[in-house]
């Protein structure tokens, strides 16, 4: 499965911590990433990500751009709802583009564990059928 990694400046290090924890099960798929949150959570977890631009210089439209053409199977994107206002455009440019596909999307720690533990059972098996 292809993942895509977003992750908004103040949530960079819960990403991080995520990616540590979730480690043997990220390892088993491709990931992609925003070019900052790609190279952190590389740092941290030696992972091979593939860093796409950092997210304000085009990377989350580089991922939009993936998941329009059916590359991406699952979504975390860790945002602060606390700067919403000024990443709005690109938080609902991913959520249309996840939605238009049938992109399993997380935006939050909570629901990120849901779909990690859910790939890692094999729920999202499904994705290789609908591609």
Same mark, same amino acid.
């Given at each position: 499965?292809?993942?895509?990694?977003?992750?908004?400046?103040?949530?960079?290090?819960?990403?991080?911590?995520?990616? !540590?924890? *979730? @480690? +043997? !099960?990220? %390892?088993?798929? =491709?990931? *992609? %990433?925003? #070019?900052?949150?790609?190279?952190?959570?590389? +740092?941290? /977890?030696?992972?091979? !990500?593939?860093?796409?631009?950092?997210?304000?210089? #085009? #990377?989350?439209?580089?991922?939009? /751009?993936?998941?329009?053409? $059916?590359?991406?199977?699952?979504?975390?994107?860790?945002? =602060?709802?606390? /700067?919403? %206002?000024?990443?709005?455009?690109?938080?609902?440019?991913?959520?249309?583009?996840?939605?238009?596909?049938?992109?399993?999307? %997380?935006? $939050? !720690?909570?629901?990120?564990?849901?779909?990690?533990?859910?790939?890692?059972? #094999? =729920?999202?098996?499904? @994705?290789?059928?609908? @591609?």
């Amino acid at each position: 499965m292809k993942i895509g990694l977003v992750a908004h400046d103040a949530k960079k290090t819960l990403m991080q911590n995520f990616c !540590i924890a *979730y @480690r +043997s !099960i990220l %390892a088993k798929h =491709d990931i *992609y %990433a925003t #070019g900052t949150t790609g190279r952190l959570v590389e +740092s941290v /977890t030696n992972l091979k !990500i593939h860093k796409l631009l950092a997210g304000h210089l #085009g #990377g989350v439209q580089q991922l939009r /751009t993936q998941i329009e053409q $059916n590359e991406i199977d699952m979504v975390i994107f860790l945002r =602060d709802p606390q /700067t919403v %206002a000024d990443n709005e455009k690109n938080i609902n440019q991913i959520v249309h583009v996840c939605d238009m596909h049938n992109i399993p999307m %997380a935006t $939050n !720690i909570a629901t990120a564990e849901l779909l990690i533990k859910a790939l890692d059972r #094999g =729920d999202l098996e499904w @994705r290789e059928i609908y @591609r």
